[in-house]
């Protein structure tokens, strides 16, 4: 931390984020912090008005600033937490904006990290998103922090007892329904005892993965450059890549494409596109999520609806 800084807290009332409200909060006086606090209630249990009451008393007990936001006519299950996610984080940027605040922390830990990268081995990502999370997300004007990411579940369980913290629990944490419940009960638990410290040898292997993709993606900037044209993609140029580079050109190209929706891109639609790519057919397309296509036009390939 440094002194005279504007740090937005994104705090659900649950264990984790209590714990970050009250570390922050005892270094509030020595750094000369401005602390505000940003609560998204999405309406989906019938505890969330109650949390979001108990997070705005204790804000008024340290005398800091809470901001609510109100979600609703989230859709079904299968698309909501991602949903809900975007909005949460539309949210905390605005008050970020609001309060022209230097950080946005949020309660991330050790074995969240565990979880999200076992999640997407599983079920399937690019390089980039095996690597979970950062422990620092250098954003536009401000940056994104999860300084509990050297911490486990337990570790924080462990510091609220100690210090006498309230918070509350979402009993839908403890339902199979959802995947990374199913991993949080079953594997994390395995995990942690073939080696205590297996947080951090996950944290390693994200390190390691983020060094690497920023490396490949300095390279991928430049030959995008070479084999761009007016939003169109030289097919001569890019077969002539190695494949991992395809792989990077291809993902950059649809991130720019689909931006906050690019999750609804998955392996299948890749394996069609690089099919498409390989088509001995000069002029074919193929259909893509959102009612987008991909066509192939002799030497070109690019996006329409």
Known sequence: LKENKTIVIAISGGPDSMCLLHLLYQQKKEYNLKIIVAHVNHNLRKESKEEALFVKKVCDIYQIPFELKELNN???????????????????????????????????????????????????????????????????????????????????????????????????????????????????????????????????????LDRINVYLEKITESILTTIYDFDKVNLHKFKELDSVLQVRVLEDMLKKEYEDKIYLVNDTHQKMIFDLIESKSPNKKINLPLDKTLEKSYQYLYFNK
């Open 74 to 208: 989230l859709p079904p299950r299968a698309n909501t937490e991602n949903d809900a996610r975007i909005k949460r984080y539309e949210f905390f940027e605005k008050i970020v904006n609001k309060y022209q605040a230097d950080i946005l922390m949020t309660a991330h830990h050790g074995d969240d990290l565990i979880e999200t990268i076992l999640m997407r081995l599983t079920r399937g990502s690019n390089f980039s998103g095996y690597a979970g999370f950062k422990k620092i997300t250098a954003k536009k004007n401000y940056k994104l922090i999860r300084p509990l990411i050297y911490l486990t579940k337990e570790e924080i369980i462990n510091y609220n007892t100690e210090n006498h913290l309230e918070y509350r629990i979402d009993k839908t944490n403890q339902s199979n329904d959802y995947t990374r419940n199913r991993f949080r009960k079953n594997i994390v638990p395995f995990l942690h005892q073939e080696n205590p410290k297996v947080h951090q040898k996950f944290l390693k292997f994200s390190e390691e």
